[in-house]
């Protein structure tokens, strides 16, 4: 997941998805914790989480390149086909993969599939390429507007993400 050297010693050999979650939580190491949980997801469930996280940040009226591609995004999560999964990084382009909802276009982009356009040999995504972008959203979200809230996001990412895995039967 690429965590951080200090998240590496929070980790113990038994730990559940909880408990090192919680660990590194409690620690403050906000933004492992945040890699951890988009490492353990299924992509689909991960990107949905990026989507919420990104839409949070990006408010009530978002600039329309910001809300273009969160649209598209979600399009993709609804209905994972090539084609969404193209347009959402066509959006994610136009609205900069350095913003919440660029970042999360972009883990939807990387989810599978092909890097190539259609009509050259394929090549697949580097392993674990959408995690590091779906983690990049969620921390870009929480620290992007008054990073001085930016613990109190963490936290409430951290428990939609660890929500998400509970219900999947990921956090024991």
């Known amino acids: 997941a690429g965590v951080g050297e200090a998240a590496l010693p929070l980790l113990q050999p038994d730990d559940t998805l909880r408990a090192y979650v919680d660990r590194l939580s409690e620690n403050e190491q906000f933004a492992d914790a945040v890699k951890v949980i988009a490492h353990a997801l299924p992509v689909r469930e991960a990107v949905w989480w990026a989507w919420v996280c990104a839409r949070r940040a990006s408010g009530e009226e978002p600039p329309p390149k910001i809300k273009a591609a969160l649209e598209a995004t979600e399009r993709w999560v609804r209905n994972p086909t090539d084609d969404h999964r193209r347009q959402a990084m066509e959006a994610a382009e136009a ?8 970042c999360a276009g972009l883990a939807a982009f990387l989810s ?4 190539t356009p259609p009509n050259v040999d394929p ?9 590091k972008a779906i983690a990049s959203s969620i921390i870009l979200s929480a620290v992007v ?22 219900k999947l039967g990921l956090d024991g």
């Open 123 to 131: 090549v697949p995504p580097p392993p674990y390429a959408a995690s």
């Open 145 to 166: 507007k008054e990073p001085e809230k930016a613990p109190e996001r963490f936290r409430e990412f951290i428990a939609q993400g660890m929500n998400v895995a509970r």
């Open 112 to 115: 599978g599939g092909s890097l």
């Open 95 to 102: 609205a900069d993969i350095g913003t919440p909802a660029g």
